[in-house]
Structures are given as structure tokens and as C-alpha cells.
């Protein structure tokens, strides 16, 4: 398929393991901070919703669609001409009689489109997706008053788990890994907790094809927890998945710092994604003192 599209004829295509190449090739391109367009978020969710990509005046359109929604995309992606990139999707959706609608716009990008549309525009700013980003190092180190309930907590976990081993994910350990967690998925009939399963035994099952960077925790030889990310630049990491058997108290607390401090404790920032508007989850988020909330914005042009 010749993705390079000079007219208005878009056509939009399903995310596969084997199109990782050509979107990490625009993804570089970028110095972006959001968690939803990283190439292991679009991996992972592709079995929640359809999400598509196209190239348009040599830039990056990710397309998302729910079920029984109307489409929307992300803010094109790379160095290509994202003025008349715009302007042939606005056409696009306007011909499908169908709104055009940006989401996890960064502020940054808000102004782009009101130079191209002008202020007929209308932009809500979506809390509950806004990204939680925090300094690696407080994350590793929980260093100070602010982080004392949380560095007690984990010495606990080290004092009633003494001798548990930190373990890279690789091809050793991902059947295990998906044996270990049927074993804790509790999802129910719960359709995002179901989507969340499908997508993460997924990631395990394609593991060595994604540059996903994962860890997980043993306690005489029995799994305790996991947890995997990626680096999207050189200042910035986000995690994607992270889980434990809450039968450990303190796992989560545990995998959330060793990972960082076995893998990622070069990069400055870690993107722990949003909260989705669930009070326990904010609560959990803001307790680890993010040192941005990244605000992300969506847009309706009429």
C-alpha cells in the first residue's frame, strides 16, 4: 500500500506489528510527550478500538475509532507540512459529513490550528487524559519528607521479601508471564479491563519485536509483579503496564521503583500516563508528586 497521499483520497490503515517501523520513523521526528501515540500504547489498545494511521504531506495521522463513536485523530506527527496536512483532513471528514476532531493535543499545537482555522474552533481541555510526569530519580530514590510514607512502605517490602530477584523481561519469561497473569486477571465482564488483558497478553506474545524495555519481581522463584515501558527520547520514558499480585504488600510500590532503577534511571522524565477520571487512581498519581501534569487538550473545528 503507497501511503504517501498528495490528494484528498486518505485512506486510513489498521496498526500492525509489521507498520512499527514506518510510525517509529515519524515518532523520532518528534519531541513529543504524551503517552498516546508511543508505538507499544498503539500495540496495546488496537484490540480495545480501531486505530489507524496514514500518511499525509509526509506526516504521521493516527486515527482512533470506538465502537458506535465517530472518529477522531492526533496532532500530525512529523516534519512533513502539517498546515496543508490539516487542511486535506478537515476536508476529509467534512466530505464523510463527520466533525473534524483532534485529541491529546499538547497546549503547544493549540495555536497551529487556530492560525489554520481561525476561532471557529472549540477546544476542552480533557483532565482526566492529561499525562502524570514525574523526575525518574524522585521516583528511584523517594527521597524526603513528601516521599516518607512511600520510602517506608518499600523498606518494608525489602525487609518481608528479603532476597527477591529484579528480572528483565525477554523470551526466557514471557510464556510465564502470560500464564501468571490468567492466573491474577480478575476482569470480569468488565470490557476495558477485558481489552486491557487481551492487549497486554499481546505484548507478551510479540515481545521481542516491540523495544519494550520490562521488569519483573520474583520471590522464591514464584512472580510477584511486572511491569513494562519504553523510551520514547533521550529525557523521557514512559511505562505502560504495570502489575502485581496483591497477596505481596507493597508489590506495586516495589515494581514501580526497581524497574526505573534497573532500566530507566539515564532518562530524566517518566511518563506514568493519565488517570482516566478514576478518584483512587488520581489519588495513587498524585501521591508520587508528578512534576508535570501534562495537560492534554481535545478540539472540535466546525
Not at 523526575?135 to 527521597?143: C, E
Not at 528480572?167 to 470480569?188: P, Q
Not at 522524565?269 to 489519588?283: A, H, M, P, Q
Request: hydrophobic residues 40%; proline residues 1%; charged residues 25%.
Amino acid at each position: 500500500m503507497d501511503f504517501t497521499i498528495e490528494t484528498n483520497n486518505i485512506v486510513f490503515k489498521e496498526v500492525e506489528l509489521k507498520d512499527k517501523n514506518i510510525i517509529d520513523k515519524y515518532l523520532k521526528q518528534e519531541k513529543f510527550m504524551i503517552s498516546d501515540i508511543a508505538f507499544g500504547n498503539l500495540f496495546i489498545w488496537r484490540l480495545a478500538r480501531k486505530i489507524e494511521f496514514s500518511i499525509i504531506c509526509d506526516c504521521l495521522v493516527i486515527q482512533t475509532t470506538y465502537k458506535d463513536k465517530q472518529p477522531f485523530c492526533f496532532f500530525p506527527i512529523g516534519f512533513g507540512n502539517k498546515i496543508e496536512c490539516l487542511r486535506k483532513l478537515h476536508l476529509y471528514y467534512k466530505n464523510r459529513q463527520q466533525y473534524f476532531e483532534i485529541h491529546s493535543i499538547e497546549k503547544h499545537n493549540i495555536k497551529t490550528l487556530q492560525n489554520t482555522f481561525g476561532m471557529d474552533i472549540q477546544i476542552i481541555l480533557n483532565r482526566d487524559r492529561s499525562d502524570y510526569i514525574y523526575l525518574t530519580q524522585n521516583l528511584i530514590q523517594l527521597q524526603g519528607r513528601k516521599y516518607h510514607k512511600k520510602k517506608n512502605h518499600l523498606n518494608r517490602f525489602f525487609d518481608e521479601y528479603a532476597g527477591f530477584e529484579f528480572e528483565l523481561i525477554n523470551s526466557s519469561n514471557t510464556k510465564e508471564l502470560i500464564s501468571i497473569w490468567k492466573e491474577w486477571d480478575s476482569a470480569g465482564d468488565n470490557e476495558g479491563l477485558i481489552n486491557e488483558s487481551k492487549g497486554i497478553v499481546s505484548v507478551f506474545e510479540n515481545y521481542e519485536h516491540l523495544d519494550l524495555i520490562g521488569g519483573l519481581l520474583r520471590f522464591n522463584g514464584k512472580i510477584m509483579a511486572f511491569s513494562f515501558g519504553e523510551v520514547i527520547s533521550q529525557d523521557i520514558c514512559i511505562i505502560h503496564i504495570e502489575k502485581a499480585d496483591i497477596n505481596y504488600r507493597g508489590a506495586y510500590q516495589a515494581i514501580n521503583q526497581q524497574l526505573l532503577a534497573n532500566c530507566f534511571d539515564s532518562i530524566l522524565y517518566v511518563n506514568r500516563e493519565e488517570d482516566l477520571g478514576i478518584e483512587g487512581l488520581r489519588k495513587a498519581k498524585m501521591s508520587y508528586n508528578p512534576d508535570i501534569i501534562l495537560e492534554k487538550y481535545e478540539v472540535i473545528i466546525k
